[in-house]
């Protein structure tokens, strides 16, 4: 028996998104290359002094993190995971669908978590140097350590919680932030909100680019018109005309996102599929025909 879903393809790149493959980073590439040629000035001059020594390791770890941010990948290529609606929503917010496609939020990666613990561990060694330094009879010392444990204290929460954010993505551990798309609508998990959008009060979905800002390259967004009447917001909020969906922040190809909010939106014929192999095959095809950077 042949399967009667015929696949639709991925659509096409939008043309106001401009630029299918948007330029890295290249001023933190800039910043990387000055600051490890900052180091190696400041160690190579240091005569075996221990200030120096230190002052330059500090600024080629500074080096090491603005290379990771520039080596970044602005488009995730990923794929999407069927998960249970139960997990991704709150109390307030119920959804009439059983099972969910989710797109979830990009999780810092191996390199971004070492890089939290190395930063934590170099400035725990620092603040009790410093602690070292002013019991032997240099009480300025004391002035930056309040300064290095705050810092440390801060890098320390960082890298347990992306730890933590990294492999717990269901409801034993914090709940997903990202985006849904079920049978019956959309659901929007934000940090500070959730929205359930369903497919009857989105009035058009438009592609958008983020706002121009200095130094920063502009991204694909997705604007989805709604009326808001229709719309379900966590805590009350009021939910505005207009819905941005951040492809960026999610662990899938923008255009893969695209695909799949305009295909559901203009089609509910295909949205049957959603929560079944059927519709998973369609999103993983897609997510390995979205073109690679």
Not at 170 to 194: K, N, Q
Not at 217 to 225: C, F, M
Request: glycine residues 10%; contains cysteine; positive net charge.
């Amino acid at each position: 028996m042949t399967d009667p879903f015929a696949s639709p393809p991925l659509q096409g790149w939008p043309a106001t998104w401009g630029e299918r493959r948007p330029r890295r980073n290249t001023g933190m590439l800039w910043l990387g290359v000055v600051l490890f040629a900052a180091a190696a000035a400041m160690i190579g001059f240091s005569g075996g002094a221990a200030g120096p020594l230190w002052s330059g390791a500090f600024v080629a770890l500074f080096g090491v993190t603005a290379l990771a941010v520039a080596a970044r990948t602005p488009f995730a290529e990923g794929r999407a995971r069927l998960v249970d609606a139960a997990t991704l929503t709150r109390g307030r917010i119920s959804t009439p669908d059983a099972r969910m496609h989710f797109v979830p939020e990009r999780r810092p990666g191996v390199l971004t978590l070492t890089l939290c613990v190395v930063w934590a561990l170099v400035l725990i060694a620092a603040a009790i140097v410093a602690v070292g330094i002013g019991l032997t009879g240099r009480p300025e010392a004391f002035l930056g350590v309040a300064v290095l444990a705050a810092t440390a204290a801060l890098f320390v929460y960082t890298a347990v919680r992306a730890a933590i954010t990294q492999y717990r993505s269901d409801s034993f551990g914090r709940r997903p932030m990202g985006l849904g798309i079920g049978h019956d609508g959309v659901i929007l998990i934000r940090a500070t909100e959730t929205l359930y959008l369903p497919w009857t009060s989105i009035r058009g979905v438009e592609p958008d680019l983020t706002e121009p800002r200095r130094g920063m390259v502009e991204l694909p967004v997705i604007r989805l018109r709604v009326d808001p009447s229709r719309v379900t917001a966590s805590h009350g909020m009021r939910v505005a005309a207009t819905v941005t969906v951040a492809p960026a922040m999610l662990k899938t190809h923008p255009q893969v996102v695209w695909s799949a909010l305009r295909e559901f939106h203009d089609s509910p014929a295909a949205r049957a599929t959603l929560g079944t192999s059927t519709g998973q095959r369609l999103l993983d095809e897609w997510c390995a025909s979205a073109p690679a950077d």
